[in-house]
């Protein structure tokens, strides 16, 4: 079972197994990875946000409760920390092409690259609120659940945003299409 491995592993940290945490990073580090990526949207920015949720996760793994899934606690820490870089970035209000990394995510390498950039320029005109839950919701597999405990909000505020969201994200890709700046 997946989760008693995790758990596993937090013991076997928790007991002074250093090696124990590599082993928690190098199975949650891609997808922690795309998380934060998705985002923040800035390769080097994400590496260095991802890295410091490893950090945070790793000072604050005596407070992991054992009731919760640790993946979901790790991503919950993730998320946090993405939205504290993004919120602390002065340049926000005024996101333009030049903001937006050129660089190729992992994900990228599949054949819809053009869909996957007008999804990926579309979610960064959402609120960084629905940004979230779309990205846990639909790049990361996560239940109404998982994102409610990760979030911080009741489920039924997620499914609320997440509708919310899907709505804006529609109103965008077709605005976009129908202004020309997307083609495809």
Known sequence: MIEQDDLTLVERCLSGDNRAFEGIVEKYQKPVFNAVFRIVNDYDDSEDVTQAAFVKAYEKLRSFNRKYKFFSWLYRIAVN????????????????????????????????????????????????????????????????????????????????????????????????????????
């Open 81 to 184: 920390e993405s939205i504290n870089f993004v919120n602390s970035r002065k340049n926000l209000e005024g996101l333009d092409e030049t903001v937006i990394s050129n660089e190729k995510t992992p994900d990228e390498t599949f054949d819809g690259i053009e869909s996957s950039e007008r999804i990926r320029d579309a979610l960064l005109d959402l609120k960084l609120e629905y940004r979230t839950v779309v990205v846990l919701k639909h790049f990361q597999n996560l239940s109404y659940q998982e994102i409610s405990y990760i979030v911080e909000i009741p489920e039924k505020t997620v499914k609320a945003r997440l509708f919310t969201a899907r709505e804006l994200l529609r109103d965008i890709l077709l605005s976009n299409s129908s202004t020309g700046r997307l083609t495809g």
